[in-house]
T-cell receptor
């Protein structure tokens, strides 16, 4: 299985600022994803992080607000830009596929980053 | 577009009893995967069980089993001999098998409480 770590685990930020969340996988993976989850709610896909190219965003999410990088097969970052209180949420990194992460259909998740915007 | 529906926001069960969590989905695809994930208060998503749509046999993992009804597009999770550690939010999820890059689509979740 793949082990995913995220930094920071939580943060409190002022509105108008930006926060970059890092996601590190302990093995090379094919796919990486970013989700948003309100406490007690379901997970909503923000985007698919593509290695070496621009991320693929879901409806309602745009690159200017959530720029994503994926420089290699084990690392990705999500930036939440120009934050407002509505961005307060849990952000989860997820990964799938790779030599040591089990069958391609297994998808693993990081522990999440709890963001509070004041 | 595919959708996943969990109609039970909350469920409760006593230790050692059995509980069934419901999930229905909507898709026009014939080849896909279904999953149940568990999310305890620690927030870590844990894969509980998975089912390939082409398999008629229901998946089983120790105390966890599913009732997969492809025609009815139903995928329920049965937890036998419930334990206090089973208390968590459970998510049903769908993924297309036709497109390699697709992500999981989640239902709204069911919060399971276990009492002693």
């Amino acid at each position: 299985s793949a082990v995913i770590s995220q930094k920071p685990s939580r943060d409190i930020c002022q509105r108008g600022t930006s926060l970059t969340i890092q996601c590190q996988v302990d093995s090379q993976v094919t796919m990486m994803f970013w989700y948003r989850q309100q406490p007690g709610q379901s997970l909503t896909l923000i985007a698919t992080a593509n290695q070496g190219s621009e991320a693929t965003y879901e409806s309602g999410f745009v690159i200017d607000k959530f720029p994503i990088s994926r420089p290699n097969l084990t690392f990705s970052t999500l930036t939440v830009s120009n934050m407002s209180p509505e961005d307060s949420s849990i952000y989860l990194c997820s990964a799938r596929g790779g030599r040591t992460s089990g069958p391609d259909y297994e998808q693993y998740f990081g522990p999440g980053t709890r963001l509070t915007v004041t | 577009a595919q959708t996943v529906t969990q109609s039970q926001p909350e469920m409760s069960v006593q230790e050692a009893e059995t509980v069934t969590l419901s999930c229905t989905y909507d898709t026009s695809e014939s080849d896909y995967y279904l999953f149940w994930y568990k999310q305890p208060p620690s927030r870590q998503m844990i894969l509980v069980i998975r089912q390939e749509a082409y398999k008629q046999q229901n998946a089983t993992e120790n105390r966890f089993s599913v009732n997969f009804q492809k025609a009815a597009k139903s995928f329920s999770l049965k937890i036998s001999d419930s334990q206090l550690g089973d208390a968590a939010m459970y998510f049903c999820a769908y993924r297309s098998a036709n497109q390699a890059g697709t992500a999981l689509i989640f239902g709204k979740g069911t919060t399971l409480s276990v009492s002693s």
